[in-house]
């Protein structure tokens, strides 16, 4: 008997234990804070704390969606970041798309400033390198962004708003200044560079321009004029602020519609990289 014994025991070590997967084991997998969850995917062998992109889906996306963009994956991990993607909010009881408490003049079931804040601190004890973190955002994601830079800008370490800017009443001041690499469409008809009214004139999309003046007088630019304006190949149209003792603003424009332009990713991060090199 105590020979079966034996065996038995000996036959259950050498099957692979099969346990159940963590929050975070896989891209895929949920990781709960104490005011929703967010995704995040590591770059392979990653050994110590990492960089990473937290990216804020647009209006009625999800973290699940953007963690099937394989081609962000990739581009980001063959740099060494990671990339972190929050759930939004959802939009209405019943309805799956997903939304941003955008400081719009509504009230939201739940404050992102503060969801963000426990994302990207749950993030630091999944390897992320808290003090190398760029938050990006599209559309209604960039919303976000912008509120963050504005009213909480020590969050992130910097941040690169896609199509989409500060919604109306605009804030009046900012808590300090910012990093901030602001894209955007020339043809943009969502949310056009000088905003528009929404939901039957109850929501207004504020003013690009408008909210880069905001953020200079926060950074304390010297001029409103840019330091410097470039055209790339491709039609990238760059102004840069730089003589601001309170952060660093890059403005890119691109010919087309609502939408993330090509080369965006990389550009985004060259300049990123440089904010981190300068100090």
Not at 14 to 33: D, W
Request: net charge negative.
């Amino acid at each position: 008997m105590r020979i079966r014994i034996a065996l038995l025991c000996l036959c259950l070590a050498l099957i692979p234990s099969i346990a159940p997967a963590g929050p975070c084991a896989t891209p895929a997998s949920e990781c709960p804070t104490a005011h929703g969850f967010y995704r995040v995917a590591l770059p392979e062998g990653a050994e110590g704390p990492v960089p990473a992109v937290i990216y804020l889906h647009g209006w009625g996306s999800s973290s699940a969606v953007l963690m099937k963009n394989k081609p962000m994956l990739a581009a980001l991990a063959a740099r060494g970041y990671a990339l972190i993607a929050p759930e939004g909010i959802r939009t209405s009881p019943g309805r799956n798309e997903k939304n941003w408490a955008v400081r719009d003049g509504r009230d939201y079931e739940r404050d992102d400033l503060a969801f963000l804040a426990e994302v990207l601190d749950d993030a630091a004890a999944h390897g992320i390198d808290r003090d190398r973190v760029l938050m990006a955002g599209f559309s209604r994601g960039a919303s976000m962004v912008w509120d963050v830079a504005c009213h909480a800008p020590d969050m992130a370490r910097a941040y690169a708003p896609v199509a989409g800017a500060f919604w109306e009443p605009l804030p009046e001041r900012c808590q300090g200044g910012a990093d901030l690499f602001h894209t955007h469409g020339w043809a943009d008809r969502v949310i056009p560079l000088e905003g528009r009214s929404v939901a039957g004139g109850t929501l207004t999309q504020g003013d690009t321009f408008a909210s880069l003046k905001i953020l200079r007088a926060a950074n304390g630019c010297e001029t409103e004029q840019p330091d410097a304006s470039r055209i790339e190949p491709g039609g990238h149209w760059r102004r840069t602020w730089s003589s601001c003792s309170g952060g660093r603003i890059e403005l890119m424009l691109h010919p087309g519609p609502h939408g993330t332009p090509n080369g965006w990713l990389e550009r985004a991060l060259d300049w990123f990289e440089a904010r981190l090199a300068e100090g």
